[in-house]
């Protein structure tokens, strides 16, 4: 599928930020089965400074910095991105879910798409018994690693409820775990959570969803926003395998990546320091249409 992505984000301060410094993660970038023939991202104001580069996992970050007074901030990002359609291993055909816990730790390979980053707690996302417990039951004794983790995604969008009201971007997965409520980003947490209590690991996916459905097939969750999903190794023959537990289904087509990281800090589409004071708004508007042709 060949998209046409257009994200808009609208910051309102409520009173002038005369200083201000952030990097943002608003350009997705090569990655397997995904190809980017064109992104930009528009600024405006113009920041004093702009620096283009990527992070340790391959994400792509642009750093500015604003050293005169703004009262608004708009962010524009415009991407033509052709994503093909994995070809995923047979579900049952996947090792044992025990056998990639005891050879993902001995790993030795350290490089950012090495298993080893994402077995452990990071800033979001605490070993969780509880979690685990409740993950546990769709990873019985000898039960192969896809299959095992697919059948998790879908109990996490059958027992959860979709609800923007119910926890914020600072929840944590504990909380939205107790609520059994929340948005992507928690399903998200809280499957990872679950997992890496069990000692597989998982890595926390933000990116785009396909605003148009093809005929016959319902919308999908989070189409309207930068979207949150989980990508889950399954050795060394299949690779990380990414699936969607606020849909219940196999990333595929439908999903374009944005960044990937530990938890949401190491993908979020903007973070740094702003010297100001009072609240401000935000607003964020997405578009993924699929190219005609």
């Not at 890595?203 to 309207?224: I, Q």
């Amino acid at each position: 599928m060949l998209y046409d992505i257009r994200q808009v984000t609208q910051y309102s301060y409520a009173s002038p930020v005369p200083f201000a410094r952030q990097v943002l993660r608003l350009l997705p970038v090569e990655r397997a089965g995904q190809r980017v023939i064109a992104a930009d991202l528009s600024i405006t104001p113009s920041p004093t400074e702009r620096h283009d580069g990527f992070d340790f996992f391959g994400n792509r970050i642009t750093t500015v910095a604003f050293a005169f007074p703004h009262e608004e901030l708009k962010l524009e990002t415009r991407a033509r991105v052709l994503v093909e359609k994995a070809t995923r291993p047979d579900p049952a055909a996947t090792p044992p879910w025990e056998h990639i816990r005891r050879i993902a730790v001995s790993e030795t390979d350290l490089g950012p798409r090495s298993p080893v980053h994402f077995l452990f707690a990071s800033r979001l996302i605490a070993i969780d018994n509880a979690i685990g417990a409740y993950v546990a039951k769709s990873f019985p004794a000898g039960r192969p690693i896809f299959e095992a983790a697919f059948d998790l995604t879908k109990r996490i969008k059958a027992d959860f409820n979709y609800d923007p009201e119910a926890t914020d971007v600072k929840t944590l997965p504990a909380d939205a775990f107790a609520k059994r409520a929340g948005v992507c980003q928690d399903f998200a947490h809280v499957m990872i959570a679950g997992l890496r209590t069990l000692g597989l690991p998982a890595a926390y996916v933000s990116g785009f969803l396909r605003t148009e459905p093809p005929p016959g097939r319902p919308r999908l969750e989070g189409a309207d926003a930068t979207h949150a999903w989980v990508a889950v190794w399954c050795g060394r023959g299949a690779g990380w395998i990414g699936l969607d537990p606020t849909n219940g289904v196999v990333a595929d087509e439908d999903h374009v990546v944005l960044a990937l990281g530990r938890d949401y800090v190491d993908a979020a589409p903007a973070d740094g320091v702003i010297v100001t004071s009072g609240d401000h708004t935000l607003d964020v508007a997405v578009d993924v249409i699929p190219v005609e042709g």
